[in-house]
């Protein structure tokens, strides 16, 4: 039995142990099931959710809209992150200029923001992407920095005796050099970025998962937060995935091991 | 498959080298340095750690100025790295994101010239070296030493009149290096040019070189030169013979000589 099975059965196994105790826990009174539905209620809950996935409700665009927002947030935030590290790195002005405002805002607790973006942006999805973008830019900007940083003097000096330019030592030695750290932190800022959308939707917002998750806690249908939580990680789960796919794909070397050696 | 090309002359008239000049942390490296290398020489700098010859080939290879004195290739004083000089470094220095044949095809790739242009030259140089089945292989799945036949391609593909060599196989093993050396005399004197390699064992020196420059600890200067006039073939024959020995202990007597005048 190879590793990967044996990790899928410890997984289902756990689970079923666990879901199995709960649902005695809730059936038993032990628990309310106002705080704590059972595993059958939410999976009842996420019957309710794909029945009403088109027609009258609708879910679906609930789900397309957070799905953009995400994404959207997830692609503007990495992209300027990247950027804002590279000036970082490359020009010494901007280092200046930029660094002081860098640790003033990671310092602050950015989710704090989301009611500010609701009140500048409104509540399209506007404040939405921004405050997905904001809270995964940082991961990425200091991974960014690190990557850039991590350039041996040997190979700038082999760059140098080749003649070079900066652009070019930029694009075939620095930035290759810091696509893998760029890649390890895109996966925290997937994770970022959902938490940034649904927060956003939370400040203000009148369509949405995170919108429609408040919306059943207000009316304490626990069991359909339950619900709109589980959807929201598999779409973040499957947005992760996609990274990491791409991660494999480009920056291929990193898995190259001694072993293949010859 | 052997091109050959005029081989450089190379001065190195009155050179000093000041690290933090002006400051309590100030460090000679050379001290009023000068050598000829004459076309189709191979010299190796030799001595201990500290003494000052990789700068010295930095400086030639123009990584560095000098504080002091000047170097000429080819009566062209040396300001900037030029496209007539070779450059090989302790550490074979491949990219791990680039295959064989574009690591050897880097020095042109990064001035944007199409790799087909000399894609033949360069993989003529890999059958050269006997890595005719590795080309499309990357580095990880290289050996210490194939990787730096790899880099000998590297900085033949551009065909240098100058080779310069900062103890190219300082990391690997006893048995691989032998090995190397015996390769890259081959190789140097098949191209009939001029190269300077800096080595801080005697035998390699004496094995690769037609004349042993020894220099002294920080800060470095010449103390003196063992001419080693095998005109054969070296094969690995020659690293237990009396006659390479004869200049190893010469070589060896200067180092110690310098070691005992302090």
Redesign the interface.
Known sequence: MNDSVKSLLTFVGSLTLVSLCWEAAVAGGAVNSIVLPAPTEIIRALGYFASNFTGRIAYWEDTWITFKEILGGFLLGTTLAVAIGTLVVEFTPMRRLIIPYMIALNSTPKIAFAPLFAIWFGFGAMPKVLMAAFICSFPVLMNTITGLQSVES??L?????????RW?TFR??KF?VALPYIFASLKTAMAFATIGAVIGEFAGAIDGLGFQLEFAAARLRTDRVFAFLIVLSVIAYALYLIVEILEKRV????R???S??? | MVELIASANVEITNVTKVFSAGTQREVVAIDNLSLEIRPGEIVALLGPSGCGKSTLL?IV?G?IMPTDGQVTIGEEPVV????S?G?M???P?L???LTVLDNIL??H???SIRRNVYQEKAMGLINFVGLSD?HN??P????GG?QQRVAICRMLVTEPNLYLLDEPFGALDELTREYLDIELRRIIQSKGQSAILVTHNPVEAAFIADRIVVMSKRPGRIVGEVVVPILEERTSALFATEELNQFVREARMLLEFEDDAR
């Open positions: 040997d190979q000096e082999l760059m140098s005796v080749l003649r070079a330019s070019q075939r030695l290759k920056v291929f070397w990193t190259l091991k001694g293949d050696r010859q | 930095k290879a990584l900037e790295p030029s496209s000089v450059v470094f302790q550490k220095l990219f791990p994101w880097l020095p790739t990064v001035h590795f292989h990357y990880a799945q290289l050996s194939m």
